[in-house]
């Protein structure tokens, strides 16, 4: 298992592999085909839908040629899918660290990092904001304070991978065996920073358009191996971040919810109650209003995403229990 131990394998995660087959770990996830690593070989394995979704990042359990099993998680950073639904999308599993990747070029968008700062708290993963594009920025300093002070409980480092600047100090969070993943928007240099930390050409990448949006380069998840011994997952960029569950909020907003803890009455709204300890805090300049409005946001985000995930169970068992009425009903009398 040596070899396995460069992959981020541990011990621990032997007593989840069936008998007969060996693990390796998920590179990237095509249509149909997993590419793995076994620590010895790269390789393409099919997979059967009774193995159930996979992702960049998981251990599988090997065996006659395909992956037969995917072994327990440690964490995963997991998103709703886009659109109206209400399934879960694991981008990335088996995480140690979630690099929240933005940029320094134009005003701080501190919404944006509080909602992925969410669910990579949520993830059980570790998560450092990394703000890219240094040499673009004329105040670093006031760039990376002004995350910082937003980003409770979080380091925030700036990097450039033009000039390579802050590189030394996110290379020195990306141990050997460590796993980290890239998530961001697209357009913030999550492909240039993978290229950087690389130190080869591991993905395109490509400059922002006119109107400043970024352009989506990496087009599949994959995990790659670093020269100092870490794996790094890089992402395509997420036009939606919806929320799975109010898991990462309290995290997040650390100091919002210190504040809530303070009010009079366990129940308080935040609004006109008397006591109001998060009221008082907007009142002295101590809560920005606009975090605690992206709070409130976000958890009646998840608390609807709980109720669409609730009515789905609801309407899937429904339907298990019509169909055995159907098929009771088929049967001949006895």
Request: hydrophobic share 45%; proline share 4%; net charge positive.
């Amino acid at each position: 298992m040596e070899d396995l131990a460069a992959l981020g394998w541990t011990a621990d995660r032997a007593t989840g592999l069936p008998g007969g087959t060996r693990p390796a770990r998920v590179t990237r996830v095509d249509r149909g085909l997993l590419t793995v690593d076994d620590g010895a070989v790269e390789s393409r394995l099919p997979t059967g839908r009774a193995v159930g979704p996979v992702a960049v990042g998981d251990w599988v359990a090997v065996g006659e040629g395909r992956a037969v099993a995917v072994l327990p998680r440690t964490s995963a950073f997991t998103r709703t899918v886009a659109g109206r639904g209400s399934d879960a999308q694991v981008v990335a599993a088996n995480l140690d660290l979630v690099l929240v990747v933005d940029s320094l070029t134009g005003a701080a968008r501190l919404r944006r990092v509080e909602r992925y700062l969410a669910v990579a708290w949520s993830s059980g993963a570790r998560p450092v904001v990394v703000l890219t594009k240094a040499d673009l920025c004329a105040e670093v300093g006031v760039g990376v304070a002004t995350v910082a002070e937003d980003a409770v409980g979080v380091e925030v480092l700036a990097v450039s991978a033009v000039t390579g600047a802050g590189l030394d100090a996110l290379g020195a969070l990306l141990t050997p065996g460590t796993t980290a993943a890239l998530v961001g928007p697209s357009g913030v240099g999550k492909s240039s920073l993978a290229n950087a930390l690389a130190g080869e050409l591991v993905a395109t990448t490509a400059g922002t358009r006119e109107d400043g949006r970024g352009r989506h380069t990496t087009t599949a998840r994959q995990l790659h191996r670093l020269p100092g011994g870490a794996l790094l997952v890089d992402t395509p960029g997420m036009r939606e971040l919806a929320l799975h569950d109010d898991a990462g909020l309290g995290a997040a907003y650390a100091d919002v919810t210190a504040l809530a803890a303070g009010c009079r009455f366990r129940d308080c709204a935040h609004r006109t109650e008397p006591g109001c300890a998060v009221a008082a805090g907007i009142s002295d300049g101590t809560l920005d209003p606009a975090r605690y409005t992206a709070w409130r946001t976000l958890q009646a985000q998840a608390h609807r995403q709980e109720l669409r995930a609730d009515a789905k169970a609801r309407a899937l068992e429904h339907g298990r229990l019509r169909a055995r009425a159907r098929e009771l009903r088929r049967r001949p009398s006895r």
